[in-house]
């Protein structure tokens, strides 16, 4: 079964989580979403989602594809070495990797931004360049693994792409 993993914690952004869990679920995957702990994740503004497993309990092998969604979150995110784990386990799989808004910085974070294209949301653009990143002011950016995008109006943008790299990296899979 194809399976994608969002990790996020209290204050996402609602939009960034739902609209991405929603359309993955649309394309046939298994979601499961990850935090500090198996509990009820309260969004930024309205939602309420059910953790259902915690980054120390996630083998990385049994997933396809990582998002990260954006908010406040991240910031506590990137300081979780579980995270910071799973963020390089799926980089050094070449597995696709979404990260939208403020989820970049726990990409900054897993120290894999050297070299590689890459938008954010402009408040961690400096952020974004001082990893090394090639900054881009694009709705959507992919660079290897890596899928970015400024904010929750270029979702649209965002899931497209990650979605191609999902079905490109799927179908080798499948071949291998």
């Not at 914690?9 to 046939?28: F, I, K, Q, T, V």
């Not at 989602?49 to 996630?58: C, H, Q, Y």
């Not at 396809?64 to 386990?89: C, F, T, W």
């Not at 799926?90 to 910085?105: D, L, R, S, T, V």
Request: hydrophobic share 40%; proline share 4%; charged share 25%.
């Amino acid at each position: 079964m194809k399976r994608i993993l969002i990790i996020t914690a209290d204050m996402c952004d609602d939009s960034e989580l739902m609209y991405p869990y929603y359309r993955m679920l649309e394309e046939g995957y298994h979601v499961d979403i990850a935090s500090f702990e198996k509990t009820l994740i309260k969004a930024k503004y309205h939602f309420v989602v059910e953790a259902n497993i915690s980054v120390k309990e996630v083998v990385s092998d049994l997933y396809d594809g990582l998002l990260l969604p954006g908010g406040m979150a991240p910031e506590k995110l990137r300081q979780n070495s579980d995270v910071i784990r799973i963020v390089k386990d799926f980089y050094e799989m070449n597995k696709p990797i979404g990260a939208i808004c403020h989820g970049q910085q726990v990409l900054i974070s897993a120290n894999i931004m050297k070299n590689k294209n890459a938008t954010c949301y402009p408040g961690i653009k400096d952020d974004l360049i001082n990893a090394g990143a090639l900054y881009e002011d694009s709705e959507v950016v992919v660079s290897g693994c890596l899928v970015t995008s400024r904010r929750p109006e270029d979702l649209p943008a965002f899931i497209r792409e990650f979605l191609k790299l999902l079905k490109i990296t799927f179908n080798v899979s499948k071949e291998n």
